[in-house]
């Protein structure tokens, strides 16, 4: 029969350290990925042929 027990202090900060640091890397990732695909659209405008 095993006993549960509550985590500690530290396991909770360093779950909570470990989830800032996700999220984080993600926000970056997403702003990335935005600034990738307006690049993308100005120079599409830039070389799109005139009619």
């Known amino acids: 029969m095993s ?5 500690t202090t ?3 900060v360093k779950k909570l350290l470990v989830l800032i640091l996700a999220a984080g890397a ?3 990732l997403w702003r990335k ?3 990738d695909a307006e690049g993308r ?6 070389t ?3 009619e």
């Open 3 to 7: 006993v549960r027990r509550s985590p």
């Open 10 to 12: 530290e396991e909770l």
């Open 26 to 28: 993600g926000y970056i």
């Open 33 to 35: 990925l935005n600034e």
């Open 41 to 46: 659209d100005l120079w599409s405008e830039v």
């Open 48 to 50: 799109d042929t005139v």
